[in-house]
């Protein structure tokens, strides 16, 4: 069982930034991609980014240029940077690891975008 722990989030004014950081219980390699979720009360999760073993990233175009997802190896640490920070980007944020047997999920880290 992979335990991912997420911390970051917070309240910022629009135009802000935050980085959100998710630690992994496993080694990288042991797993798939990893990446990021969010959602709203009473709506579909919606996916934000992702990054491979090869370390390719992805993102909706809700988020390009926005968003950047990295990763720290020896830390087992995926970070997720957002920047230009917009009202409609509150959410609650969820990490995820993708493995052969399933997905595994974060709790959730509260971003609020507000002025």
């Known amino acids: 069982q992979v335990q991912l722990v997420e911390s970051g989030g917070g309240l910022v004014q629009p135009g802000g930034s935050l980085r959100l950081s998710c630690a992994a219980s496993e080694r990288f390699s042991s797993l798939g991609s990893m990446g990021w979720y969010r959602q709203v009360l009473g709506k579909q999760r919606e996916w934000v980014a992702s990054i491979g073993p090869g370390d390719t990233t992805d993102y909706p175009d809700s988020v390009k240029g926005r968003f950047t997802i990295s990763r720290d190896n020896a830390k087992n640490t995926v970070f997720l940077q957002m920047n230009n920070l917009k009202p409609e980007d509150t959410a609650v944020y969820y990490c995820?690891?993708?493995?052969?047997?399933?997905?595994?999920w974060g709790q959730g880290t509260q971003v609020t975008v507000s002025s």
């Open positions: 995820f690891a993708a493995r052969y047997e399933g997905m595994y």
